[in-house]
């Protein structure tokens, strides 16, 4: 049995990639030195995955994103220079930004012109296969399909189908350089109408016809429900991910699988960081087998989804032993990989020290409901807000945070350092909060924030003062291109400790318009956190909403008269598949009006940057919000119109 892992993180144990693109755009470094350097990076990834794995790709690595490189290499967009590369992500040419699938991973989105002409341009697989060729002679790219469903255009089959001739040619001078194309396709995962299915499946029969490359298709985040339509066409190999989803088993046990290909089972959890049960893994590995009845040489072990969502390793990290033992991030997982290989083929030593191998069982679902408001009773809640905030008929806001200069991260890690005392810090926040305070009375706002500077994140925040989370000192991940955050990890059950926003409080001394107590909702909590504990993600979310409303309740107490509860991940986090949609708003929108359990006086804000609400606006209406704020910018306002459709009487701030 073969292990192949896929999407190691480009980052660096030191965030060498972040420092040195920055490097580069603060005109510290030339570029020829950041090439160097960035390749010098790469190499340390290959090595680390020749440590201990059998197969990965080359030409994963990115200067900023993969799509966007996809959309270079077919003459999208062309660069003269790394300075012109970035001006597509940060300068005068700069793309779109939009969440990659239900993952806070974010891309730039290309755009196709109507008669867009897809031809070779910039070579970069070429690059890497001569550079590194020594490690490997796997060679990624997107899939067709996958680049064209993520990219803005007029839907237009032509173009699919001129897009897969420049694929076509491209893989013929592959031929050359490389024995197998990785070809991630996490797109199929989505649901496809019957006409998407016949494109892509006559797509692949255009593409795969001619003598080029093996294929391993790369599938992952969900089930892919034509499965057995792929199964006909010329794939050397099927990577499918069993970690996000049970249907993928299900049809292996129903339809098999192909005897002539390889079977890339996704094992190791790419989104979480619980740490593998060895034995489970194994069984999960033998009921695969016992299913496809394929030879042993035809079943791969691989992770479930690209390792860029975990952080680099964990092994610097500060935890308690009992919690360590619990965790696997991305180096982990590739020895995790090597541990169920040595496993199957009888070395058990290495994987009885590693992990527990008695089988586990979590526990069971956790539904619950809290009722949403008629819209008889939110007309009643405005007459009384109305009557208790006396706001004008178009009140002016801000959504919350300010930005954090250099100064407030260098004062921050002065702090954290003990450099400088509680107290001075404090004051200094103090003083930061006094400052918009004065300037939002002197712009004549009608409600005021307090701008969140004591916060490092929005998440990580709430992480360090609620019980039942660990914040981690290296754990960084990629939200896009150097922009990095580091995930929470819940590992027991969550409470509030104590009152904590104690900075709202003393915005609003000195303000004399409302300020807006602001809190993380719960849903956007747990999505920008790691789960390893046995609890489900309801059960999380209705634990998370309690505390917050307690928080909720005591700024209520304190005089704070309007609540805004931020939940721009409540869409990001939802299933890919639409049949399983309604249980997931179930508990989400009950988490949300949980948390806002207020009197009717507390005028409830929400928003919901980045998302885009058509196809969830009925549930988004079963929200027990007064007004919600939300992006309208980027599509000059067409989002209104989701709201114009469900009639909607409630406040809203574009």
């Known amino acids: 049995m073969q292990t192949y892992a896929y999407g190691f993180p480009r980052l660096g144990e030191n965030k060498e990639f972040k420092i040195l693109i920055e490097k580069f755009w603060r005109e510290e470094i030339e570029e020829n030195e950041l090439k160097k350097e960035l390749d010098k990076l790469e190499e340390k990834r290959l090595f680390l995955y020749k440590s201990f794995i059998d197969h990965f790709p080359l030409a994963e690595f990115t200067y900023y994103d993969n799509i966007f490189d996809t959309a270079l290499i077919f003459s999208v967009y062309r660069f003269r220079n790394l300075k012109d590369y970035y001006s597509y992500a940060r300068g005068r040419k700069a793309l779109k930004l939009k969440k990659f699938f239900n993952t806070n991973y974010h891309y730039l989105v290309p755009q196709f012109k109507k008669n867009a002409k897809f031809k070779l341009g910039w070579r970069k697989p070429f690059y890497y296969l001569d550079k590194f060729s020594s490690f490997s002679k796997i060679v990624f790219l997107f899939g067709p399909y996958t680049f064209f469903k993520l990219s803005e255009k007029e839907e237009n089959e032509d173009l699919f189908f001129s897009l897969i001739e420049a694929y076509k040619e491209l893989f013929k001078l592959l031929k050359s350089k490389a024995e ?201 809640r405005k007459r009384i807000q109305q009557k208790e905030l006396n706001l004008p008929l178009f009140p002016i806001t801000a959504i919350g945070s300010f930005p954090q200069d250099k100064e407030l991260r260098k004062k921050r890690n002065q702090f954290y350092n003990q450099k400088i005392s509680k107290e001075e810090y404090e004051n200094y926040i103090k003083e930061k909060i006094k400052n918009l305070i004065d300037f939002e009375e002197r712009a004549g706002l009608d409600i005021f924030v307090h701008g969140e500077f004591e916060r490092t994140d929005m998440v990580e925040y709430f992480a360090k003062n609620l019980e039942g989370f660990l914040t981690t000192k290296r754990g960084w991940i990629i939200s896009y291109g150097t922009r990095v955050y580091r995930p929470p990890i819940i590992y027991k059950k969550i409470r509030r400790k104590e009152f904590f926003t104690k900075e709202i409080i003393f915005a609003q001394t000195l303000a004399s318009k409302p300020v807006k107590g602001i809190l993380t909702g719960p849903v956007t909590i747990i999505a920008w956190s790691y789960n390893i504990t046995d609890f489900s993600f309801p059960q999380l979310a209705k634990d998370l909403a309690t505390a917050l409303n307690r928080e909720a309740k005591d700024l209520v107490k304190k005089g704070i008269k309007i609540i805004q509860i931020d939940e721009p991940a409540i869409k990001e986090f939802s299933p890919l598949k639409k049949r399983k949609r309604s249980d997931y708003f179930k508990w989400t929108i009950s988490a949300f009006n949980l948390t806002t359990q207020l009197p009717p006086h507390i005028q409830i804000h929400t928003h919901m940057c980045y998302s885009e609400f058509e196809d969830i606006i009925s549930w988004i209406k079963k929200m027990n919000f007064d007004v919600i704020s939300i992006e309208a910018a980027r599509d000059k306002g067409k989002i209104l119109d989701a709201f114009r459709k469900i009639n909607f009487k409630r406040g809203i701030g574009p």
């Open 180 to 380: 197998v194309i990785h070809l991630e396709e996490p797109a199929l995962a989505l649901d496809l109408t019957s006409r998407e299915r016949r494109m892509v499946i006559s797509g692949y029969r255009r593409l795969l016809k001619n003598d080029i490359p093996k294929i391993n298709l790369i599938t992952y985040y969900e089930s892919v429900d034509f499965l057995k339509e792929l199964y006909k066409l010329d794939f050397s190999a099927i990577g499918l991910d069993f970690m996000s989803n049970e249907e993928n088993l299900e049809k292996l046990k129903k339809i098999g699988f192909p005897q002539e290909k390889k079977l890339i089972c996704g094992i190791v959890d790419g989104k979480g960081v619980r740490r593998s049960n060895i034995l489970e893994k194994v069984k999960l590995i033998e009921k695969i087998k016992k299913y496809v009845r394929l030879k042993e040489e035809n079943i791969i072990i691989s992770n479930s989804c690209p390792l860029y969502h975990l952080p680099f390793s964990v092994e610097k990290e500060e935890f308690p032993e009992s919690v360590k033992e619990r965790l696997s991030f991305a180096k982990e997982r590739l020895y995790e990989l090597k541990l169920i290989k040595d496993f199957r083929e009888g070395k058990k030593e290495e994987a009885q020290k590693w992990c527990s191998l008695k089988s586990v069982k979590r526990k069971s679902f956790c539904f619950f409901e809290v009722r949403s408001f008629s819209e008889k009773e939110f007309k009643i």
